[in-house]
């Protein structure tokens, strides 16, 4: 009789992105990431969640390679990428190899077109003008609206527009993956909606992956797959997107909602002192 032979478990795929333990001091004195640990998973939408000063921003500016700009630098840990060591590269570099930042607050040059800010994301690209033109019109395809907007200088765009811009832009570049910072931030219930959904579509039908740093917990949650909380520059939390929609501190803390129902913003504010992880 024949002893049938094991199964070999199944290959985990590595992840696109890691970030192992990172610690970042600005200015060599003030510390605002603690042993800071995440992953990014090729095709997924990962949150990254937190009040503000959480240390979201400079998360993923640390991956980016912005921290320079600010005097800020990675002290501890390691950034990974495919593989490759991250954090000695330059911000140019890091672009080429797909991973773009969208800024929060757009930062959109206003004196240019949308049309024109679209093509500054293909400046550090060399594969033709044919293969802009087309993506130029896949930006159009998701963002009809700049399309309609785009002889308009940026600057007298809304708020949405802008935000949309930003996307567009860091689109151009082919990125495979996009550090989306606070795309919320300033937008109507509705427009945020819309945004979160093009990057919903973005994430399923062009294969790009999303770190979303974002307050708006109850929103990111919907549309992300994982999640991390940090605070005080530490991740408190993680999970998969629905555990954490369901978790009975989220929901307090984050979404203003316990078993006993919604509670108003002066029975939340209070909450550091019950926290078990700050305890």
């Known amino acids: 009789m024949s002893v049938p032979m094991p199964k070999e478990a199944p290959e985990v795929a590595a992840p696109l992105l890691e970030v192992n333990n990172i610690e970042v001091i600005y200015n060599h004195v003030i510390l605002v ?7 990014v998973r090729e095709g997924g939408i990962t949150a990254l969640l937190g009040g503000n000063g959480a240390g979201k921003t400079t998360t993923l500016k640390a991956v980016s390679n912005l921290l320079r700009s600010e ?3 990675v002290t501890k840990g390691t950034i990974t990428y495919r593989g490759e060591r991250f954090q000695d590269l330059d911000p140019s570099v890091v672009v080429r190899k797909g991973v773009i930042q969208v ?3 757009r930062h959109c040059f206003e004196h240019l077109t949308v049309e024109e800010n679209l093509m500054t994301g293909a400046y550090t690209r060399r594969d033709g003008s044919a293969k802009v033109a087309d993506d ?3 930006v159009y395809t998701y963002f009809p609206r700049l399309k309609e907007r785009r002889k308009s200088l940026a600057g007298y765009t809304s708020g949405g527009e802008q935000q949309m811009c930003a996307i ?10 996009i550090l989306l910072d606070e795309p919320s931030m300033g937008l109507a219930p509705q427009l945020v909606e819309e945004i979160f ?12 992956s999303f770190l979303l740093a974002e307050q708006n917990t109850n929103v990111a949650l ?11 520059g530490r991740v408190v939390m993680d999970g998969p997107a629905a555990e954490l929609r369901e978790n009975p501190d989220v929901k307090e803390f984050y979404l203003g909602v316990s078993d006993e129902g919604r509670k108003s913003f002066r029975d939340v504010r209070s909450y550091r002192r019950r ?3 700050l305890s």
Do not use: C, H, T
């Open 275 to 277: 926290k078990r992880w």
């Open 197 to 208: 959904g093009i990057v919903k579509d973005l994430n399923e039908r062009e294969g790009v």
């Open 33 to 39: 990431l603690k042993g800071v640990s995440l992953s």
């Open 103 to 105: 800024m929060e607050g």
């Open 71 to 73: 005097r800020g630098e």
């Open 136 to 138: 130029l019109e896949l």
């Open 222 to 232: 919907r549309f992300a797959q994982y999640g991390y909380i940090l605070e005080s």
């Open 168 to 177: 567009g832009r860091a689109l151009m570049s082919r990125p495979e993956m």
